[in-house]
Each structure stands twice: as C-alpha cells, then as structure tokens.
C-alpha cells in the first residue's frame, strides 16, 4: 500500500517542524512550503491526499491555495488552519471546497490526527468498505433529518455538520416552514454538546415581558403572580444549544440583553442582583433578512455579528426540487406506513410552488392520508388547490382550461378504476361527484371545440375523447410539444407518454 502524502503549507518553520514530527511518525509523507512558488512546485510533483495550509501568507490567502490545489489536485482534501479572528473566513473556505479547518493554538493532538486521517479516507471507497458514505448520514437519521439528494442541501448539510464540532455560534437563514429547527437539531446532534440539552424558544410568540422571563429566569417577588424563583432558557440549556427562532422579532430591549450574554457569558435574572455564569451555544433562526432589518434601524448590528459567526441558508422546496417525491413519501409513511401514492398525485406534488415549504408538504400529506380509503393516495385526495394549480398554466387558446382540467380528470379515472376496487369502495356520492365533474368537463371541452370548428363525432368513451383532445391541440399547435404541453396544462414529458399510449402520429 503506497504511503499517504501530506503537504503543510505555513510561513512559520515551528508549525512545519511540528507537523512533519507528528505525521512522520504515524506513517504519513510529509511535504511543507512556507509560500505559494514553493507550494505550487510541490503540488506539481507529488499526489497528495490532505494539504494543511494556513489561512495568512506573507505573499499569499488560503482561499488562493484552496483553488490552487483544488485545480491541480481535485482529490487532495484541504484543511485551513486558522485563528479565532479569521473563523468567518475559514468557513468560507469550507463552502469553497476545504475539507475542514483547524484552529490555532493547537491543543489536542489526538484530535489533529484523527481529522487528518478522516481527511485521508474522504471519498475513497476502497477505505470505506468500498461505497463511499457522507459522514453526517447517521446523525442526520437519529434525527428525523431528510436530507435528500438535492446538490445544494447536501453541501449545507456537510457544512453544518463540520461546524456542529465547533463552539461558533450559527446563523440560520431561510423561509417559514423550511426546516430551521431540524437543522438546529442536527447540528446540536452533531457537536460535542448532544449529550446536554436543546432547548428551542421562539422569540416572536412571546411578549417582551414574558420573553426575558423564559430566557433569563426571575426571581421570587420580581413581579406580580412570581411566588417563586424560577430559572430560564440560558441557565437551564447549560453545556447545551439554544435555539432563538424567529431572532428578527425580539424587542430592542432583548436584543441588548441577548448582546450582553453572548459578549460576557453571563446574564441576571429578572428582579436578581447576581450574575450567572452559562456555557451555551446559540443558533438563531429567522426568516427576515436581518441586514435589511439593520438599515431600518429594527436590528442591532453588532447583535448581527455576534450571531452570524457561520450563516447557513436552507434552500426553499422549489430550489430541491428533486426530494419532494422522497419527502412526500416519507410524510404518507410517517402518517400511514401502508399507503402509497399514485403517479398522478406525485405529478400535482411536484408541479405545485409550495409557499409553505416543507411544513406544507407535510400538511398536505397529514390531509392525504385522512382523504385516504384504501392504500393509494390519488390526486382526489389533495387539496383543491392542486387540482387549480396543475391548470394554471396560462392556455394559448379557448380550450385549454377544459382540456387540461378534462386530462386531469381522466387520468384520476383511470387511477381509481386500475387500483384493485377502490371504485367500489368509494360512496355513492363520491362516485356521483366524479362521473359528474368528468361530463361537465367533457360537455365544456366539446362546446369549445366546436366554438373552434373543431368537430367532434359524437358521445365517445373517456379514452377516445381525451385521444381526441390530445390529437386536435397537436394538429392544432403543428405537432409543437412545447406549444400543445403549455396549451393543455401538462408537462412535455406527460404530453410524450400519452402519444404513445393513444399511438397517436403525424
């Protein structure tokens, strides 16, 4: 087996001297370069597997050396090495690639080697029992956390989990609904602080008042109805996370107070006269734009700075749009392990905007579920939104709002009809209501259709018309997909699939 290569990269000789010692003699190649020529002639003859490069050079940055190596070296795995006043800057780093950073002072050796070596292993599958596996994939599942396969929140996720380890405290930026507290979970999971508590407040449910007294406790006699002294959020979340959602609506007043803890360690309990102490890390939550709520003077800037140590931001459902089928599934799952959902409804699933995000999607699936009589969710079972929203595309002519609402209704039909007796199983008023909206929209589609001189030759069964339909808006759009998908409402891929099935041809 070839020897793994290190290569160290800082403009101190005692920090080279140090780490080529330590890692010689756990077996490792050790390189060093105290500047960016010296660095660049090392990359360009030897592999390496790690690079340890420090984030200030006398002729260069380490975000420089990071895209030097990483275009000379992709697999070659960076650790910035840093002090407390360049952390903002490391994590930077990390979003542009480096593996990790490393804090200066260096005060456990142990943990030095173990990062170096998880370092080493990173992405090589002969090293890992030969599939590659995301490092935060467990903690993520002992907490619910669905990560999915969405590029852009496996990036936040690997980031959040290699500060998790960190005594920063976390900024977490996104929409209602997004997921903040679960990712707050994650990272308390993830850090050397799970084994204590987390506590969640939200700061915008509480008046000021009540607010100071969850946060910092009071004392007996503070005010009235407080017959006894009782501890709050800081002092109880002790060795453990805090969580201050909705950050962007604390008073003026609390803002100061939560300035003071952060800069001190230490907080008064409302009517006290004695400090206390509290080691606690705290991730904020919001989903305002604080650096605008600092220009209208709402927000205190250097509250902003104490907090937003690291910022993540959680992506909105429409930029992941490729984990609703696996969310959806998962929330039908959570609520009913039966059931399943039919192609139609994962097609309404993913054609919706979600303003709610994934709180929404969890809702909708809570009400699928109940809708639910058998094993199969159908597009029936979703809220009437759906139905409206898989139309809303806007029609290029008179019939396109009754031809899509018509494929619409067919395609449920026919879902009802091929899964095993739902049909039987429906109420009589139920299978009165469907028969009776597919002939008001097939009696809408024809008179339009003839509004259009598009003849039609009479009664026909539900397969033949929707054919039909189908076949008039291609001749109609010159066999255009695109122009004939967006006319009837549908997706490109849909509108394919149902030319092969009616075996429709130009």
């Not at 609390?254 to 907080?267: C, D, H, P």
């Not at 604080?290 to 930029?319: C, G, H, M, W």
């Not at 009664?459 to 759009?477: M, P, Q, S």
Request: hydrophobic residues 40%; charged residues 25%; aromatic residues 6%.
């Amino acid at each position: 087996m070839s020897q793994t290569q290190v290569l160290i990269i800082d403009d101190e000789a005692d920090v080279c001297g140090f780490f080529r010692r330590l890692l010689t003699k756990k077996g490792y190649g050790v390189t060093t370069a105290t500047n960016r020529q010296d660095a660049l002639a090392a990359l360009d003859g030897t592999r390496f597997s790690v690079a340890m490069v420090d984030l200030k050079l006398p002729d260069t940055d380490g975000l420089t050396l990071l895209k030097d190596i990483k275009s000379r070296q992709p697999a070659c795995e960076v650790i910035i090495m840093t002090g407390y006043s360049t952390v903002k800057t490391a994590v930077t780093a990390m979003q542009q690639g480096a593996y990790e950073y490393l804090e200066k002072p260096f005060d456990d050796i142990g943990e030095i080697e173990a990062l170096i070596a998880r370092a080493a292993s990173h992405g090589d599958p002969a090293r890992q029992g030969g599939h590659a596996r995301e490092e935060w994939e467990d903690v993520a599942a002992g907490v619910g956390f669905q990560v999915g396969s969405s590029p852009l929140m496996k990036r936040l996720v690997s980031l959040a989990y290699k500060v998790a380890g960190k005594n920063i405290n976390v900024l977490i930026q996104g929409k209602t609904g997004t997921g903040k507290e679960v990712l707050s979970r994650f990272i308390h999971a993830a850090s050397n602080r799970a084994e204590a508590a987390f506590i969640p407040v939200n700061c915008g449910a509480l008046p000021e008042n009540l607010l100071e007294s969850e946060l910092f406790g009071h004392e007996r006699g503070a005010f009235t109805g407080a017959n006894q002294t009782r501890r709050g959020i800081f002092e109880l979340a002790n060795h453990g996370t805090l969580l201050l959602d909705e950050i962007g609506d604390a008073s003026p007043m609390i803002q100061v107070k939560l300035l003071r803890v952060l800069e001190t360690g230490e907080f008064m309990r409302v009517g006290g006269e004695r400090p206390i102490k509290t080691d606690v890390r705290v991730i904020a939550a919001t989903n305002v734009d604080l650096e605008e709520a600092i220009r209208e003077k709402t927000f205190r800037e250097d509250l902003y700075y104490r907090l937003n140590v690291v910022r993540l931001e959680i992506p909105s459902l429409q930029q992941r749009q490729e984990d609703i089928p696996m969310l959806a599934e998962h929330f039908s799952r959570l609520f009913n392990p039966r059931v399943r959902l039919s192609p139609g409804a994962m097609r309404l699933l993913q054609n919706y905007l979600w303003p709610g995000n994934i709180r929404e999607l969890a809702n909708v699936m809570r009400r699928a579920v109940v809708m639910c009589h058998d094993d199969t969710i159908l597009p029936g079972h979703l809220n009437d939104r759906f139905q409206r929203d898989a139309t809303s595309v806007a029609p290029s002519s008179p019939d396109a709002c009754g031809a899509s609402d018509f494929l619409l209704a067919s395609e449920q039909f026919r879902e009802l009809s091929a899964s095993g007796g739902t049909l039987e199983k429906l109420a009589s008023g139920e299978l009165e209501r469907l028969l009776h909206a597919l002939q008001g929209i097939e009696s809408n589609l024809l008179a339009a259709m003839a509004s259009r001189g598009m003849a039609s030759a009479g009664r026909k069964g539900l397969k033949e018309t929707e054919a039909e339909t189908i076949r008039k808006a291609l001749e109609l759009h010159r066999w255009n997909i695109t122009e004939t998908a967006t006319a009837l409402g549908i997706g490109r891929n849909t509108l394919y699939r149902k030319i092969r099935q009616f075996g429709l041809s130009q």
